[in-house]
């Protein structure tokens, strides 16, 4: 089962969202109507798709048993099951946040949890 998931966003929205209690969204996820997810092993791919070369990042861990139902896990990538929260997302739910460098060879990650 999937206990952790994880966001990649930009420094300066995640600073703004730390100031009101709570993450909206970026763009492309109010344009969707979800928040985009991925798990401990589509983070990888979806920095290399969605943010290749871009630097001041974050990536924000967050706890799955504390989003509830607004939750699903729908299929995207390939038929991969990616999670999808239609709902802001509460901070309280928030396990950490680290910085995403960029290196030649692309995105560097901590050690992501499942």
């Not at 206990?3 to 970026?26: C, H, M, N």
């Not at 989003?67 to 309280?92: C, I, Q, T």
Request: aromatic share 10%.
């Amino acid at each position: 089962m999937i206990r952790v998931i994880y966001k990649i966003v930009p420094k300066s929205l995640w600073d703004e969202a730390k100031t009101r209690g709570v993450f909206e969204g970026a763009a492309i996820d109010l344009t969707d109507g979800y928040i985009h997810f991925s798990t401990a092993s589509q983070a990888r791919e979806t920095a290399a798709r969605h943010f290749a070369g871009q630097t001041d990042l974050l990536l924000v861990a967050v706890d799955v048993e504390r989003l509830g139902e607004a939750l699903k896990f729908e299929p995207s990538r390939g038929g991969d099951l990616f999670p999808h929260l239609y709902a802001n997302l509460d901070l309280g739910a928030v396990l950490w946040e680290k910085p995403l460098p960029l290196a030649p060879d692309g995105h560097q990650f901590p050690e992501l949890d499942a």
